[in-house]
Structure formats: C-alpha cells, structure tokens
C-alpha cells in the first residue's frame, strides 16, 4: 500500500522560503503524475504544481514555487520561495495515474495527510 508523508512545513516571515518533501513508501509513484495541492482555512482544496514529463503552475505562485522530484529517494519536493501571507495553508501531495487536468484534484488517487505552512506578514 502507498503512503505519501509530507514534510518541511513551518513558520516563515514573508518574503522567506521553505522547502516541502513529500516522501513515498510502498511502491514507487513518483514515475506517475506527481501533485501539491494547498487548503486554506475555510476554503478549498486548490491546485498548486504538479510533475509529469513537464510541470505546471498555478498562476498565483509561478515564478516563485518550484516543484521536483528525485526517482532514487522516491521524494517529491516543492521549493517554495518570496513566500506571501496568502500562501498559509495545509499544503497536500498526490499521486495519479492521469497525464491531462493534472490541476484537478479528481485526477489523483493517493493524498498524504498535509503539512501546514504559515507566512506571517
């Protein structure tokens, strides 16, 4: 059974940065479509990045997110940097088995638990 374990979330001034890993034990997934997704409080599930043979932004942090993986340790990561006080959230990875909409949360079947980010203003 896959398990997908996030990692790396905190406290951070704004304007600073954090690395998220996500690390994947039961299989290897990371070949799939690999997904971060963020949550709010009182808000949504949103997309964020996400990895297949190319990757994909949201708009509303391109330029200042980074998402990768690395197949050897079977970790995604998510490099996040200029970091804003609307990036707070509960930050999720996924994996799927779909190559299109990778921005839809429907499109994976393997959620982590989250780890919480918070910028302070």
């Known amino acids: 059974q896959v398990q997908l374990v996030e990692s790396g979330g905190g406290l951070v001034q704004a304007g600073g940065s954090l690395r998220l890993s996500c690390a994947a034990s039961?299989?290897?997934?990371?070949?799939?479509?690999m997904g971060w997704f963020r949550q709010a409080p009182g808000k949504e599930r949103t997309f964020v990045a996400a990895?297949?043979?190319?990757?994909t932004y949201a708009d509303s942090v391109k330029g200042r997110f980074t998402i990768s993986r690395d197949n050897t340790r079977n970790t995604l990561y998510l490099q996040m940097n200029s970091l804003k006080p609307e990036d707070t959230a509960v930050y999720f990875c996924?994996?799927?088995?779909?190559?299109?909409?990778?921005?839809?949360?429907?499109?994976?079947?393997?959620w982590g638990k989250g780890t919480l980010v918070t910028v302070s203003s």
């Open positions: 996924a994996a799927g088995r779909n190559y299109s909409r990778v921005y839809e949360a429907s499109r994976y079947d393997i």
């Open positions: 039961g299989r290897s997934v990371l070949t799939n479509t």
């Open positions: 990895i297949t043979w190319k990757t």
